[in-house]
């Protein structure tokens, strides 16, 4: 079946720094999409891609879907104690109503 | 936040016994999902419904059955509870009348089974 992993499982930055999180498909993704967890809470939807090569912005967030559909990666600009969390790719594959999410990238972020 | 509860919020039972998970949503939206969150594995779709009585399973579903009689709940049974489904158990929607199918999630369920 299909698989998404992420890259690092964890992650712990000084505020103002930057951080980078990746995402792979074992399988070519329709599209994919972001999920954000804060500790203790549930998951909450930041952005879809779609198109190959597609990037999109959102403050200091940077989102990019690779030119073959499937990687993508999550950028954060000066990262803030606001961003700690848990970062999710999901990728719909071959049922577009079914997510598989990858495995995660936690974010530690201390002054 | 979208129109999703669950509940219990927390349950404490034992090995062997039947536990009902109860997702109940407001927004009138087509798709319900059951996913379980374990450390290191992210969120793995336990069921899914894409309309009242029209149920599939996901890729965690042995040990697990759902049943959507009405389109604002989804209900999710452990038949005979094992600690290996000592989990947080997340519901979500999505609406197939946008593109994008972007679930929102529930508050989440943290069972433990001892």
């Known amino acids: 079946g299909q698989q998404v992993m992420q890259i690092p499982q964890y992650q712990h930055v000084q505020e103002g720094e930057d951080f980078t999180t990746y995402c792979n498909s074992s399988t070519t993704l329709s599209n994919i999409q972001w999920y954000k967890q804060r500790p203790g809470g549930h998951p909450v939807f930041l952005i879809q891609?779609?198109?190959?090569?597609e990037v999109k912005k959102q403050k200091r967030l940077t989102f990019q879907f690779g030119e073959a559909k499937k990687n993508s990666s999550l950028h954060i600009t000066a990262t803030q104690t606001t961003d700690v969390g848990t970062y999710f790719c999901a990728g719909h594959g071959g049922t577009a109503s079914k997510l598989t999410f990858g495995t995660g990238t936690r974010l530690q972020v201390t002054l | 936040d979208a129109g999703i509860t669950q509940s219990p919020r927390h349950k404490v039972t034992e090995t062997g016994t039947p536990v009902t998970l109860r997702c109940h949503q407001t927004e009138n939206h087509r798709y319900m999902y059951w996913y379980r969150q374990d450390p290191g594995h992210g969120l793995r779709l336990i069921h899914y419904s894409y309309g009242v009585k029209d149920t599939d399973k996901g890729e965690v579903s042995d040990g697990y059955s759902v049943s959507r009689s009405k389109t604002e709940d989804f209900l999710l049974t452990l038949e005979s509870a094992t600690s290996s489904q000592t989990s947080v158990y997340f519901c979500?929607?999505?609406?197939?009348?946008?593109?994008?199918?972007?679930?929102?999630f529930g508050p989440g369920t943290r069972l433990t089974v001892t």
């Open positions: 979500a929607i999505s609406n197939s009348g946008t593109l994008s199918y972007e679930q929102y």
């Open positions: 891609l779609v198109k190959s090569g």
